[in-house]
């Protein structure tokens, strides 16, 4: 494993200030270091986060060059503005959702923001609209393939054009892997929890309860990890769901039944990991922690984080240009077989998993026309 730069380790210490952790930076930035600590922060997508640290360092006359500044003010401003959107968008969709009779709970972003302290919440940077709706594929698929023929459904989602500058993903399942095991125990943990998911409105918006936010954004940053890359954007998300779970808990009930789901899948050594570098890079408490933490793996889930970027799009392992379908297939396989020890099963199938996937895919779009 690579050592971190001091340019990473002064990104990271931003980040804590950020989130009032720590008062100021180890030392006064340069005009060049400070250029690399807004790329970084580009990088990670927490630009508007980070502007949050970058004024609290004013007081500490640790501020950028005046230039970088105010384009940095600039960015978060749209951030904040663009947050103000979103956050409509995610309550007319829910009102069109139960106009249209299903029930809805909005996952990650906009749900996951609800998380952050008051502060950041329009300054963390918004994607696309994911939402968790009470129906089965095929119902879900049947419904929206009249008004949307070109929704795109997958082996989770299917994806509409809902709003011109927002994509929005409706899923059937909020997470589905390749491993069987898995597959029941997720099936039955997501069915359980349906009615009090459904119910839970905060702000207007159905979003999940801190504890299930907790287990979606674990499970989350595990298939990014495997797949694509995982960001720090991401680790933030979970160190957020991750308080406002233990803020929130009913006499340790809640970790408890958190820590018995991961174990059943056997990924309590990845979970260690996420612990590891929200402790390293967050200062999540030891009494706050889900398990022990990993220094090993957590070590090499920081590297992953720190090379890729967001959702690893700056990871030059995942860019081959003129790639084909079979080349990017045995690619992502690759990446996942280097996985292997948190899910052999699930990786040996992998192959067999998408072949299955993508003769569904093809009746699908053949009875419904999409």
């Known amino acids: 494993m690579r050592n971190t730069s001091s340019n990473e380790r002064l990104f990271l210490e931003l980040v804590k ?10 030392h006064t930035p340069s005009a060049d270091e400070w250029g690399e600590l807004y790329s970084f922060t580009k990088k990670q997508s927490l ?36 947050n103000e959107v979103v956050n409509r968008q995610c309550v007319d969709l829910q009102k069109r959702l139960a106009a249209e009779g299903f029930s809805s709970c909005v996952l990650k972003g906009q749900g996951v923001a609800l998380s952050y302290p008051e502060h950041l919440r329009g300054l963390r940077q918004s994607g696309d609209i994911d939402v968790w709706i009470d129906a089965t594929a095929e119902e ?20 509409l054009n809902c709003f011109s500058d927002t994509e929005v993903e409706v899923h059937w399942i909020p997470v589905k892997r390749n491993n069987p095991v898995w ?3 997720f099936g039955e943990y997501f069915y359980s929890e349906r009615e009090r ?29 495997v797949y694509e890359g995982v960001g720090m954007r991401q680790m933030m998300d979970l160190y957020f769901a991750l308080r406002a779970s233990y803020e929130n808990q009913n006499e340790n009930e809640d970790f408890l039944k958190v820590v018995e789901l991961f174990k059943k899948l056997g990924l309590m050594r990845f979970v260690a990991a996420t612990q590891w570098v929200l402790c390293e890079v967050f200062q999540l408490p030891r009494e706050q922690m889900l398990c022990e933490p990993d220094a090993d793996e957590g070590q090499q889930l920081l590297h992953e984080i720190m090379i890729g970027g967001n959702f690893g799009h700056h990871d030059e ?54």
Not at 50 to 78: D, H, I, N, S
Not at 203 to 217: N, R, S
């Open 17 to 26: 200030v950020a989130i009032d952790d720590a008062v100021c930076l180890s």
């Open 47 to 82: 630009v508007g986060v980070c502007f949050a640290g970058v004024q609290k360092l004013q007081l500490q006359r640790q501020e950028p060059p005046e230039m970088l500044y105010l384009t940095w003010m600039g960015m978060a401003a749209k951030i904040q503005q663009r």
């Open 183 to 185: 597959s029941r125990i």
């Open 317 to 370: 392992r995942n860019h081959v240009e003129g790639e084909s379908f079979f080349g990017r297939f045995f690619r992502r396989w690759g990446r996942k077989f280097r996985m292997f020890r948190f899910d052999p099963l699930g990786t040996l199938l992998m192959p067999f998993s998408r072949i299955k996937l993508e003769i569904w895919m093809r009746k699908v779009r053949r009875q419904y026309n999409v």
């Open 140 to 159: 879900a698929i049947a419904h929206f393939a009249k008004d949307f023929p070109d929704c795109k459904p997958d082996n989770k989602h299917l994806h």
């Open 197 to 225: 998911q459904f119910a839970n409105i905060v702000d207007g918006l159905c979003v999940p309860t801190a504890d299930f936010q907790l287990v979606h954004q674990l499970l989350h940053v595990y298939g990014h990890y």
